[in-house]
């Protein structure tokens, strides 16, 4: 039990460092800052590149990577993050997102996404408490995270500049009433988390022995929950999360297998949003906004559509696409199509109600095993299936999120995206080599397998899933669900209970998440875990900004863009991505309502 608890406190030693960073920005800029995940992969490539590479001693290596990322955070700060953060804290976070992107797949580029064995620069095994043994690198890591943090304590509370990102992290407004450089205080608080973020993929790389540029991904994902638990802007609480975090992970491992690591890193965090909704260590305030509402709604000018577009757009995508369209034209069609379906559903969420669920991975994951499972093993038929997996995502999505929405502004995102991956990481234990051969859609025995097939219906489907949307939003219940999106507040003055609204919400884009994955499942023929990631969630959110947050069918146009226009990138996936996150930044820059947006 001595080397789980020896190797809990390794891992946690790397998630309190990220933890801290992550805090840090939160709570001078009130931004959740998604880049800091792309400093672990970077600072383990770059120190791996310096030491192997170059051959540069470690004790060299080390001060370079930190101020070479260090640099990099404060350009991503001046030229990305405080432009957008002091108008639309989610724009800005969605370009943290868009930057993390660039910077993974730029690394991958430089440095080729193989993982490349990490130099023996200290001893690993060469001390030893009874039968647990160690190295020097151990005693090293864990030497410099003390010292760290004890020069951070000491920095905030008896320097100038800390006492002043103290202030400026407890009431921004009246900093700057009381004289301080507020975008100094953001400039230095962005250069050390990136550079604590360096130093943290450092340490992973001694404690796992190898690097790799996407290994950021999960990493960040750990440390952004030990942050969570801590209480987002508190950096004690984040050290103290960081190391609660790492301990209750290892000794999971140590009893369940690394698969059940994901469901016990956020069920920690779901439970402790529920019970302690700002944290540990922080504090949620009593009336908060999500992160959504008020202020995407009504953004930027309307773009007026004439009427005759509509009937124009359906005899394209209804008639011109299946009729002259080649079959690669076709197979993309179909991923548009689904992404437009499940984007569409996830209007209701964040465009009516206001909430910014990050998790959409999980009611997808649930629809198309769902379906596959009815029609492998129960002898459904798909167009039984195809409904029944949107109803039972929605129903299982519903129940599991069902005691998280008294959790108030950027938590309610976490929290959901948390939900997502947990019930993803389920499924994984029940179907750890996933599903195939699942059949495919038949008509009266003739099975529907050619892309021309999946495109038509997907279109239909499409187009009942806009129908119902367009109906929705005109009816009472949409009004009302606007109105919480809207000013939870004032709705709530007049007797509405925006939690059971929100839920509700939440549920129909469930179902229709659900219904998308059915479709995937079917025409993949195909399931397995690793295609539902974060990066699927975080694809549909990108889809309803970029198309426009209020409007369903804005998200056909999103869809179109983020796939259909991706897809002639496809030989090149790295600058495919490189790209992707560029439009991401430009759109919520200069368009933060999307390309079409409506009135308020």
């Given amino acids: 039990m001595t080397d789980t608890l020896i190797a809990g406190l390794l891992r946690g030693n790397v998630y309190a460092l990220g933890a801290v960073g992550i805090s840090l920005v939160f709570g001078v800029m009130n931004v959740v800052n998604f880049a800091q995940f792309s400093f672990f992969g970077l600072g383990a490539m770059l120190s791996w590149f ?15 990577v930190l101020l070479i990322c260090a640099a990099l ?8 993050v405080r432009p957008l953060a002091k108008y639309l804290p989610l724009a800005a976070m969605l370009s943290t997102y868009a930057v993390s992107q660039i910077l993974d797949n730029v690394s991958q580029i430089a440095f080729t996404a193989q993982f490349q064995v990490f130099p023996e620069v200290l001893p690993t095994s060469n ?19 003390v010292v760290i943090m004890a020069a951070m ?37 962005f250069v050390i988390a990136s550079a604590l973020g360096g130093l943290a993929g450092v340490f992973i790389a001694l404690y796992v022995g190898v690097a790799n540029p996407g290994s950021g991904l999960n990493i960040g994902l750990t440390a952004f929950v030990a942050a969570t638990l801590g209480g987002l802007g508190s950096l004690v609480g984040a050290v103290v999360g960081g190391f609660v975090l790492g301990i209750l992970e290892a000794f999971g491992i140590h009893f369940f297998g690394d698969t059940a690591r994901q469901i016990i890193v956020f069920v920690v965090l779901i439970v402790v949003l ?9 504090k949620v305030p009593l009336l908060s906004a999500e992160p959504l509402t008020g202020t995407f709604l009504g953004k930027g000018r309307p773009l007026r559509i004439p009427r005759w577009v509509w009937p124009v757009a359906f005899v394209v995508l209804g008639v011109a696409v299946p009729v002259f369209g080649s079959n690669y034209v076709l197979t993309t069609g179909t991923q548009v199509l689904i992404y437009a379906i499940i984007a569409a559903g996830f209007t209701v969420t964040a465009g009516q109600a206001g909430v910014l669920a990050l998790g959409q991975a999980g009611p997808i994951a649930i629809g198309a095993y769902m379906s596959a499972v009815l029609t492998l093993y129960l002898g459904f038929s798909f167009w039984i299936a195809l409904p029944l997996s949107g109803l039972v995502a929605a129903i299982v999505a519903s129940i599991l999120a069902s005691p998280i929405w008294g959790v108030k502004g950027h938590y309610i995102s976490i929290a959901t995206l948390g939900l997502g991956i947990a019930i993803v990481a389920v499924i994984q234990l029940v179907f ?25 219906i997907d279109f239909v489907v499409l187009v009942i899933t806009l129908v119902i949307m367009w109906r929705l939003r005109r009816s009472h ?10 000013d939870e507040v004032a709705a709530l003055a007049s007797g509405v209970r925006g939690r059971n609204y929100k839920a509700l919400a939440f549920a129909v884009s469930a179902f229709f ?36 947050v209020g409007l369903s069918y804005g998200a056909v146009i999103g869809s179109i863009i983020l796939i259909g226009a991706m897809e002639l990138l496809r030989f090149t996936p790295e600058l495919r991505i490189i790209v992707y996150g560029l439009v991401l930044i430009l759109v919520v820059r200069f368009r933060p309502g999307g390309i079409l947006v409506r009135k308020s």
């Fill in 50 to 64: 310096f030491v192997s590479e170059l051959g540069l001693p470690f004790y060299i290596a080390l001060p370079l």
């Fill in 73 to 80: 955070g404060f350009v991503i700060n001046i030229s990305v």
């Fill in 127 to 145: 001390l030893a408490i009874g039968s647990t043994r160690f190295g020097t690198s151990d005693v090293v890591m864990l030497g410099t995270t």
């Fill in 153 to 189: 304590a000491l920095f905030l509370k008896y320097g100038k500049i800390g006492r002043a990102i103290r202030a400026t992290s407890q009431d921004q407004e009246a900093a700057l009433q009381m004289g301080i450089p507020v975008g100094l205080v953001q400039n230095v608080s």
């Fill in 274 to 282: 529920i019970v302690r909704p700002g944290g540990l260590f922080g």
């Fill in 432 to 456: 750890p080599q996933g599903l195939y051969n699942i059949p495919v859609p038949t008509f009266f025995g003739t099975p529907l397998s050619t892309p021309l097939a999946y495109y038509l």
């Fill in 477 to 486: 219940l949409g009004k009302v669900i606007s109105s919480v999106g809207a």
């Fill in 513 to 548: 998440a659900g219904v998308g994955g059915s479709l995937l499942a079917h025409q993949y023929t195909y399931i397995d875990p690793t295609i539902f990631t974060m990066m699927m969630s975080l694809l549909v959110v990108t889809i309803v900004i970029l198309g426009g």
